[in-house]
């Protein structure tokens, strides 16, 4: 019971705007196993389309790419929103 009563005055005391900020500092991840995801679904039906061996590969490290960059995109607005 007292744990939770202090959990609630933590919690009361932390400003909104750092609850967004957490939430999409958690969301990271996800978005980039789903960018992923979608890029290596791609490539495989790529490679299996046009019979080659090389497209899933390529197709999914771009999809690393543009993860990390969307990644890197986001981490830069948070910093710039907190100064």
Not at 42 to 58: I, R
Not at 60 to 77: A, C, H, M
Request: proline content about 1%; glycine content about 4%.
């Amino acid at each position: 019971m007292f744990r939770n009563l202090f959990f609630y005055i933590y919690l009361c005391g932390v400003k909104k705007n750092q609850y967004n900020k957490w939430l999409s500092l958690l969301t990271i991840p996800f978005q980039m196993a789903f960018v992923i995801f979608i890029f290596n679904y791609l490539g495989a039906f790529l490679d299996d389309k046009y019979q080659t061996n090389y497209l899933e590969n390529v197709i999914t490290l771009l999809g690393v790419f543009i993860s990390l960059y969307f990644v890197i995109k986001q981490v830069n607005q948070i910093n710039k929103e907190d100064s």
